[in-house]
C-alpha cells in the first residue's frame, strides 16, 4: 500500500523567505507524485506533478519539487515566499496503474507568512 | 478553473437521513474520483467510477454509493448519515488517457447533526 508522510503540521515563514515543505512517500515501485493547494472554503488545485523523466518538476506560482528515489522524497519548495501562498499543501501519490488512478493524500501542511 | 463543478456548495442534514451530492465534470473526462476530506486531514478516497461502473473503492462501508452518467455528470448517495459524515466531499475527474493527474471541484460541505 501506498502512504504519504508530511511532516510537521504548520509552517510559518516570514514574506520574502525560502519556503520548504517535506514530504515522504512509500511505493514499491516508483509512483507518481503531486503538490496540490487549497486556498480557505475551495477545492484542490495541482501545483505540480512528477510522472517521469526530469527529477526536478517546476510548476505554477513559482514553487518546485524535487523527486529523490534515494530519499523517497518529493519536497516542494519556493525561493520566496509571498502573502498570497499562505494555504494548505498536500502531498500526494498514486500509481502507475492506469486502471484506478486513486491519489493518497498525506495530512497537509499549512503554511503561513508573515510581513 | 477546473471545469469541474459540483452542487450543493453547502448541506446540511439529520443524523439518519439519505444525501445525494451531485458532480458534473468535463467532456471526455471519463474516470471520476470521490475524496471524503475531515477537518484538519488530507482527502481520503471514497470510490472511482469508469465509463458508468465502479471500478476502485477506498475504505468505506456500503452505504457510500455513486453513479455515474453517460453526460459526464455523476452523484454520491449516503445513506444512513452519521456525524462523522460530516466532511468536504470532493469530486476530481481525469481526462481519458491521462495518467495520474485530476481535477478537483470545489467540493460539497456536509453538516451532520
Known amino acids: 500500500a501506498q502512504s504519504v508522510t508530511q511532516l510537521g503540521s504548520h509552517v510559518s515563514v516570514s514574506e520574502g523567505a525560502l519556503v520548504l515543505l517535506r514530504c515522504n512517500y512509500s511505493?514499491?515501485?516508483?509512483?507518481?507524485l503531486f503538490w496540490y493547494v487549497q486556498y480557505p472554503n475551495q477545492g484542490l488545485q495541482l501545483l505540480l506533478k512528477?510522472?517521469?523523466?526530469?527529477?526536478l518538476v517546476k510548476g505554477i506560482n513559482g514553487f518546485e519539487a524535487e523527486f529523490k528515489k534515494s530519499e523517497t522524497s518529493f519536497h516542494l519548495t519556493k525561493p520566496s515566499a509571498h502573502m498570497s501562498d499562505a494555504a494548505e499543501y498536500f502531498c500526494?501519490?498514486?500509481?502507475?496503474?492506469?486502471?484506478?488512478?486513486?491519489?493518497?493524500f498525506g495530512k497537509g501542511i499549512t503554511l503561513s507568512v508573515r510581513p | 478553473e477546473t471545469g469541474v463543478t459540483q452542487s450543493p456548495t453547502h448541506l446540511i442534514k439529520t443524523r439518519g437521513q439519505q444525501v445525494t451530492l451531485r458532480c458534473s465534470s468535463q467532456s471526455g473526462h471519463n474516470t471520476v474520483s470521490w475524496y471524503q476530506q475531515a477537518l484538519g486531514q488530507g482527502p481520503q478516497f471514497i470510490f472511482q467510477y469508469y465509463r458508468e461502473e465502479e471500478n476502485g473503492r477506498g475504505n468505506f462501508p456500503p452505504r457510500f454509493s455513486g453513479l455515474q452518467f453517460p453526460n459526464y455528470s455523476s452523484e454520491l448517495n449516503v445513506n444512513a448519515l452519521e456525524l462523522d459524515d460530516s466532511a468536504l466531499y470532493l469530486c476530481a475527474s481525469r481526462p481519458t488517457g491521462q495518467v495520474g493527474e485530476q481535477y478537483f471541484g470545489p467540493g460539497t460541505r456536509l453538516t451532520v447533526t
Open positions: 511505493s514499491s515501485v516508483p509512483p507518481y
Open positions: 512528477y510522472t517521469s523523466a526530469a527529477t
Open positions: 500526494a501519490v498514486s500509481d502507475r496503474s492506469g486502471a484506478n488512478s486513486k491519489l493518497t
